[in-house]
């Protein structure tokens, strides 16, 4: 049935409506209502996947452009040449998609625009940006060095030069392209965060730090607390606000134990909704995120390091900083195999997991490390992804449950994940996977970290080379 003119209307009103009174999940259905009706529309698409975005819906956004992108790519594939307007519009398909997470979609969306307008320089720093974003930082290079050779001195190109040096390992190269792009644009936000990514990617430091700051802070709590930046704290109460990935919490909240040595009467750490009764059970004054109390002060929890001024200082003495509460086990007989647990693959939800995941394909090969029995604790796997000799406990989305599952094992094996952050923080040995570029709290090059001392780094020799991490792996198992 054909929709009228007049019902894509009356949808457009209804969800730009919706999306002025803030009703974001009631925008996103009236606009796929449009998408539906005029599936090539790509405009439709982006309206759709805004909605989700503000909706906090990150799995949705993609699901709406990468619908649009197979429209797109049906429609301008064939011999017809590609409109002007056709361009424009596949472009920012392709840059919604880059900033969705789908890097591959984009890369050949830009591909096509580049193709169009062969001297464009966004054209071709977007093209390289997404050929990076897609793991090819060697193929990026050269593309990004064509775009700045017809504009030298746009921000946005030399920012995109810094971050492929990134990812090739080449940071004193991409310390020169930041300090390029600052002269060029002086405090561009985006250039410090990736100054400070280039820094951290070093080693912790004071410097790195103050440049995380620029990393986008969550919104305050509404409860009229102030921003704490290393105010003196006696006799007063202070809220660590969650953010980002879970991971990234059971990582930084080793810091929050410093807020009471400063003095402070009270520390409530807020945290999301599965973590709560590990925190609690940790010993951690916890509430689920959105049910903050009325306190003195406020900090982000990722901001702990910078305005606690610790520096290089990774507080890692006080490993285990995250327990079940639980009294140990007894220990297994010493003749039994090892029991290992594994995670291959992060959260969709994150957008930048695609790079970190591990090939499903090569967990058999797992299986030819003697002695070992293998543990799946990865949370949505699909029906014959994990091999069938693998144990498959009932897992929860409880990670104090994750936690006494951990307990039980002799070490756990995953990519970079939240798993992977609660077993170092549990002082549980860990075997992390890492992509070629890792991201900044694993720098380069060595196999330990000062975040984890019962941690080992297993990394890609080149990219996406993960056959080359399940040799090493192997070794270290057998060692």
Same mark, same amino acid.
């Given at each position: 049935?054909?929709?009228?003119?007049?019902?894509?209307?009356?949808?457009?009103?209804?969800?730009?409506?919706?999306?002025?009174?803030?009703?974001?999940?009631?925008?996103?259905?009236?606009?796929?209502?449009?998408?539906?009706?005029?599936?090539?529309?790509?405009?439709?698409?982006?309206?759709?996947?805004?909605?989700?975005?503000?909706?906090?819906?990150?799995?949705?956004?993609?699901?709406?452009?990468?619908?649009?992108?197979?429209?797109?790519?049906?429609?301008?594939?064939?011999?017809?040449?590609?409109?002007?307007?056709?361009?424009?519009?596949?472009?920012?398909?392709?840059?919604?998609?880059?900033?969705?997470?789908?890097?591959?979609?984009?890369?050949?969306?830009?591909?096509?625009?580049?193709?169009?307008?062969?001297?464009?320089?966004?054209?071709?720093?977007?093209?390289?940006?997404?050929?990076?974003?897609?793991?090819?930082?060697?193929?990026?290079?050269?593309?990004?060095?064509?775009?700045?050779?017809?504009?030298?001195?746009? !921000?946005?190109?030399?920012?995109?030069?810094?971050?492929?040096?990134?990812?090739?390992?080449?940071?004193?190269?991409?310390?020169?392209?930041?300090?390029?792009?600052?002269?060029?644009?002086?405090?561009?936000?985006?250039?410090?965060?990736?100054?400070?990514?280039?820094?951290?990617?070093?080693?912790?430091?004071?410097?790195?730090?103050?440049?995380?700051?620029?990393?986008?802070?969550?919104?305050?709590?509404?409860? =009229?607390?102030?921003?704490?930046?290393?105010?003196?704290?006696?006799?007063?109460?202070?809220?660590?606000?969650?953010?980002?990935?879970?991971?990234?919490?059971?990582?930084?909240?080793?810091?929050?134990?410093?807020?009471?040595?400063?003095?402070?009467?009270?520390?409530?750490?807020?945290?999301?909704?599965?973590?709560?009764?590990?925190?609690?059970?940790?010993?951690?004054?916890?509430?689920?995120?959105?049910?903050? !109390?009325?306190?003195?002060?406020?900090?982000?929890?990722?901001?702990?390091?910078?305005?606690?001024?610790?520096?290089?200082?990774?507080?890692?003495? =006080?490993?285990?900083?995250?327990?079940?509460?639980?009294?140990? %086990?007894?220990?297994?007989?010493?003749?039994?195999?090892?029991?290992?647990?594994?995670?291959?693959?992060?959260?969709?939800?994150?957008?930048?997991?695609?790079?970190?995941?591990?090939?499903?394909?090569?967990? !058999?090969?797992?299986?030819?490390?003697?002695?070992?029995?293998?543990?799946?604790?990865?949370?949505?796997?699909?029906?014959?992804?994990?091999?069938?000799?693998?144990?498959?406990?009932?897992?929860?989305?409880?990670?104090?449950?994750?936690?006494?599952?951990?307990?039980?094992?002799?070490?756990?094996?995953?990519?970079?994940?939240?798993?992977?952050?609660?077993? =170092?923080?549990?002082?549980?040995?860990?075997?992390?996977?890492?992509?070629?570029?890792?991201?900044?709290?694993?720098?380069?090059?060595?196999?330990?970290? !000062?975040?984890?001392?019962?941690?080992?780094?297993? %990394?890609?020799?080149?990219?996406?080379?993960?056959?080359?991490?399940?040799?090493?792996?192997?070794?270290?198992?057998?060692?």
């Amino acid at each position: 049935m054909t929709s009228r003119p007049s019902d894509i209307e009356a949808w457009l009103v209804a969800g730009q409506t919706a999306l002025d009174a803030g009703h974001h999940t009631d925008a996103a259905a009236a606009f796929a209502r449009v998408q539906h009706a005029l599936p090539g529309e790509i405009t439709a698409a982006l309206l759709v996947a805004n909605a989700w975005r503000l909706a906090g819906n990150t799995v949705a956004v993609r699901d709406a452009l990468l619908s649009a992108f197979r429209h797109a790519t049906d429609a301008t594939s064939g011999p017809a040449p590609i409109e002007s307007a056709e361009v424009t519009a596949i472009y920012e398909l392709g840059a919604a998609l880059l900033d969705a997470g789908a890097p591959t979609e984009a890369r050949r969306l830009f591909e096509r625009v580049v193709r169009k307008r062969p001297k464009d320089p966004a054209a071709l720093g977007a093209l390289a940006g997404a050929t990076r974003a897609e793991g090819d930082p060697q193929r990026a290079w050269p593309i990004v060095q064509r775009a700045m050779a017809i504009a030298p001195k746009q !921000p946005a190109l030399l920012l995109t030069a810094a971050q492929i040096r990134h990812a090739l390992g080449d940071l004193t190269r991409a310390r020169y392209w930041l300090d390029r792009a600052e002269t060029v644009r002086p405090a561009h936000v985006p250039t410090r965060l990736q100054r400070a990514l280039t820094s951290l990617l070093e080693g912790p430091s004071a410097e790195g730090w103050a440049d995380f700051e620029h990393r986008g802070l969550p919104t305050p709590p509404d409860t =009229g607390a102030a921003a704490w930046h290393g105010e003196p704290l006696d006799a007063q109460s202070i809220l660590v606000t969650a953010e980002q990935g879970q991971g990234d919490n059971f990582q930084f909240v080793r810091y929050v134990a410093a807020l009471s040595q400063r003095g402070a009467s009270r520390v409530v750490v807020e945290c999301h909704p599965g973590a709560l009764s590990l925190f609690i059970a940790s010993g951690f004054d916890a509430v689920a995120k959105g049910e903050a !109390p009325v306190t003195d002060w406020y900090v982000p929890m990722l901001s702990l390091p910078h305005r606690l001024g610790a520096g290089a200082d990774v507080a890692s003495a =006080g490993i285990p900083y995250l327990r079940t509460g639980v009294a140990a %086990r007894p220990s297994a007989a010493p003749s039994r195999r090892r029991r290992v647990g594994v995670v291959w693959r992060g959260n969709p939800a994150f957008l930048s997991t695609t790079l970190r995941d591990f090939d499903p394909a090569l967990l !058999p090969r797992l299986l030819d490390i003697p002695d070992v029995e293998w543990v799946s604790l990865q949370v949505g796997a699909t029906i014959g992804e994990t091999p069938s000799t693998f144990l498959k406990p009932q897992l929860s989305l409880n990670w104090l449950d994750t936690a006494l599952l951990l307990e039980q094992y002799d070490a756990l094996v995953s990519v970079d994940t939240g798993t992977a952050h609660l077993a =170092g923080a549990m002082g549980i040995p860990t075997y992390i996977l890492l992509p070629f570029t890792p991201d900044w709290r694993w720098g380069l090059a060595t196999d330990a970290t !000062p975040w984890y001392p019962a941690a080992r780094l297993i %990394r890609q020799r080149a990219p996406r080379d993960w056959a080359s991490v399940v040799e090493a792996l192997a070794r270290a198992l057998g060692s």
